[in-house]
């Protein structure tokens, strides 16, 4: 079992020492011991169902003895990359799921029997063969739920031998290809986003769609998404290409997009759906404009990937629309983060926090059961707001549209206060 490095010693206290609670006064429970107190970072308690608590000090110079009770340890394995080339997000996530364990138990009622989570995490790459191992390992050690992993060729190893051991999943993966009953996903899916950000334009009014994706089960992903809203609706959709996964030669895929076109002519498309993040779409932004694919002629439109505060002020990026989860409830999240490492979380982080929390709620509530899990109200979780899970593992998201700004995010359209139908 990897240990992750450099974190903090209080929260290396909480894993080992997770049968103990913090000496402070302890909040009533407000539903006979059901209904968690809600987390600072719930923007609504429309579903009453928050899986997170605040953790706030006791008063100055108090002292109230640990009660001594006997827990119930769970012994749940995390299984994200702790070494390269993904150590960076790996260990993020690490981090995010430490404080997530601190901010549940902090201040949790205390009772005899109560279910108390054991974190246990794992290095598992990018490598299904490696993965395999690392699961069998951390079933042979205990683990009576899995966290994880993140990618879609790990979750697909692990997934049937967490199956044939009866041990339920959550998962990080974005790929409802590799989700299953019992195998869960907490990844944020680009098909519903992108359904999102297309209801969002064409209710602006733009009515003719065009997509320039990279050719990768990603674009082909937003590819079908894309294709599915444009059948539905009253738009048309222009065309759509898939370039090189490098990027190195996009040209002749955005001249297929406007044709025969000359300066003087208008595009034949009123937005362009991408699917890149980061510097990846900068540089597409840099390249489009060489074709007069410009924001003043286009309105460009992308995934979460955008969800990047380092693409704030990119001239040709102002106004890009993307959906993303609520954006007050993972700035609370991402400012804890901040102040308790002293780095700002990358997006997926706030993941591990969820995933923790969630957890914790449904050990709670006796385990991770289908029932529970595919309830119609979801759940409403501390960092990325409501969700819902459906039986073959997929999940759906009360999403906000946005909009890339010079210095800040603008939001577009909020995300809806009940999980649509």
């Known amino acids: 079992m990897i240990q992750g490095k450099n974190i903090r010693m209080r929260n290396l206290f909480i894993l080992t020492l997770v049968s103990m609670v913090a000496c402070k006064p302890m909040p009533p429970s407000n539903d006979a011991g059901n209904a968690i107190p809600p987390s600072p970072y719930h923007a609504s308690q429309?579903?009453?169902?928050?899986?997170?608590?605040?953790?706030?000090?006791?008063?100055?110079?108090?002292?109230?003895?640990?009660?001594?009770?006997?827990?119930?340890?769970?012994?749940?394995?995390?299984?994200?990359?702790?070494?390269a080339p993904s150590a960076e997000i790996g260990k993020a996530m690490l981090d995010a799921a430490m404080l997530g364990l601190f901010d549940v138990y902090a201040n949790a009622p205390v009772h005899e029997g109560a279910a108390r989570i054991q974190?246990?995490?794992?290095?598992?790459?990018?490598?299904?063969?490696?993965?395999?191992?690392?699961?069998?390992e951390a079933i042979d050690d205990g683990a009576q739920v899995i966290i994880g992993p993140?990618?879609?060729?790990?979750?697909?190893?692990?997934?049937?031998?967490?199956?044939?051991?009866?041990?339920?999943?959550i998962n990080f993966s974005n790929n409802i290809g590799v989700t299953g009953a019992g195998n869960y996903t907490l990844g944020f899916m680009p098909a519903e986003q992108v359904?999102?950000?297309?209801?969002?334009?064409?209710?602006?009014?733009?009515?003719?769609?065009?997509?320039?994706l990279p050719a990768s089960p990603y674009g082909d992903v937003?590819?079908?998404?894309?294709?599915?809203?444009?059948?539905?609706?009253?738009?048309?959709?222009?065309?759509?290409?898939?370039?090189?996964?490098?990027?190195?030669?996009?040209?002749?895929?955005?001249?297929?997009?406007?044709?025969?076109?000359?300066?003087?002519?208008?595009?034949p498309f009123d937005a362009l759906v991408v699917a890149e993040g980061g510097e990846t779409f900068i540089q597409l932004l840099k390249d489009l404009k060489k074709f007069r694919v410009t924001p003043d002629k286009v309105h460009y439109l992308g995934t979460g990937l955008l969800d990047d505060r380092s693409l704030l002020g990119i001239a040709d990026g102002i106004g890009t629309w993307?959906?993303?989860?609520?954006?007050?409830?993972?700035?609370?999240?991402?400012?804890?983060?901040?102040?308790?490492?002293?780095?700002?979380?990358?997006?997926?982080?706030?993941?591990?926090?969820?995933?923790?929390?969630?957890?914790?709620?449904?050990?709670?509530?006796?385990?991770?059961?289908?029932t529970i899990m595919t309830r119609y109200h979801g759940f409403e979780l501390p960092a990325n707001g409501l969700i819902r899970f459906h039986q073959d593992g997929s999940n759906q998201r009360s999403l906000a549209v946005m909009a890339l700004g010079?210095?800040?995010?603008?939001?577009?359209?909020?995300a809806q206060r009940v999980l649509p139908e």
């Open 406 to 414: 010079a210095h800040t995010m603008e939001e577009i359209m909020p």
């Open 195 to 212: 359904l999102k950000v297309l209801d969002a334009t064409m209710a602006r009014g733009d009515k003719k769609i065009a997509a320039l």
């Open 150 to 169: 993140l990618y879609a060729s790990s979750v697909a190893a692990v997934a049937p031998i967490a199956k044939r051991h009866n041990i339920p999943m």
């Open 222 to 267: 937003v590819e079908e998404a894309v294709i599915d809203h444009t059948d539905a609706h009253a738009t048309e959709l222009v065309g759509v290409a898939h370039y090189p996964l490098d990027g190195s030669n996009i040209a002749p895929y955005v001249q297929r997009l406007i044709g025969n076109t000359s300066e003087k002519d208008p595009l």
């Open 322 to 370: 993307y959906a993303t989860t609520p954006s007050a409830m993972y700035e609370g999240f991402s400012t804890r983060f901040e102040a308790e490492y002293d780095y700002r979380p990358p997006r997926l982080a706030s993941l591990g926090y969820d995933a923790v929390a969630l957890v914790a709620y449904l050990l709670e509530q006796g385990g991770v059961t289908e």
């Open 46 to 83: 429309q579903t009453q169902i928050p899986v997170s608590r605040s953790s706030l000090p006791a008063p100055a110079n108090s002292y109230v003895p640990a009660p001594q009770v006997r827990y119930q340890h769970k012994k749940v394995a995390f299984l994200v990359p702790l070494s």
């Open 119 to 136: 974190l246990m995490p794992y290095d598992t790459p990018a490598d299904p063969k490696l993965s395999a191992k690392v699961a069998q």
